[in-house]
């Protein structure tokens, strides 16, 4: 092989990885913004179905909120400097009745079976909603470690309107210990 024909081949090498990485970054892009983002959990609220620093897939583009999907919000509240993950316990028009010596969260008078909470929920200390109907276009969220969650009960989140939902946890990516789908709360 002569010294041009390597220098070539090189050449042709070089532009054909060039020409694959910018197709795989074109396509990331391209899926990231119109398809669904990655976003970082960010606190317990959520244990035992996601922990802190898990990085979450989301599914944003023609999304619609569902009980018992987990969601991340953009509305500001509190303490959070980013994007909250919440669990929707109810949709427009459903009303929740949240009994704290029963333990139970009912929507439309039906007691949710709810596996992935962490624990028994306690009463908090500070005034909360125990008694609501979600008005339309909104959702009423919920952390599964309800004991260390700032949630719709608290009065200054209440209900959140769906424009404030980002997209729907789809898959835990990393760590990888924790990788897989991420369960919407059915058996």
Do not use: C
């Not at 795989?24 to 119109?34: A, C, D, N, Q, R």
């Not at 583009?61 to 929707?88: C, H, M, N, S, W």
Request: aromatic residues 10%.
């Amino acid at each position: 092989m002569t010294e041009e024909t390597k220098q070539n081949t090189w050449k042709s090498d070089l532009y054909f990885w060039l020409q694959a990485l910018v197709m795989v970054l074109t396509v990331l892009i391209l899926i990231f913004t119109f398809v669904g983002r990655i976003i970082v959990v960010d606190g317990i609220s959520m244990e035992p179905t996601l922990y802190h620093g898990d990085l979450l897939l989301l599914q944003s583009v023609g999304y619609t909120p569902k009980q018992g999907d987990v969601v991340v919000l953009t509305k500001e509240f509190e303490d959070a400097d980013g994007p909250i993950v919440k669990r929707v316990i109810a949709t427009g028009g459903q009303h929740v009745v949240i009994d704290y010596d029963a333990g139970t969260v009912t929507v439309d008078g039906e007691v949710l079976d709810e596996p992935y909470i962490k624990e028994a929920m306690m009463q908090p200390p500070e005034e909360s909603i125990t008694d609501i109907l979600v008005p339309e276009g909104s959702i009423f969220v919920m952390g599964d470690n309800r004991n260390h969650s700032s949630d719709s009960r608290n009065v200054t989140l209440g209900a959140v309107d769906e424009r404030y939902v980002l997209g729907r946890a789809l898959w835990v990516f990393f760590p990888f210990q924790d990788f897989g789908a991420i369960s919407n709360g059915e058996a």
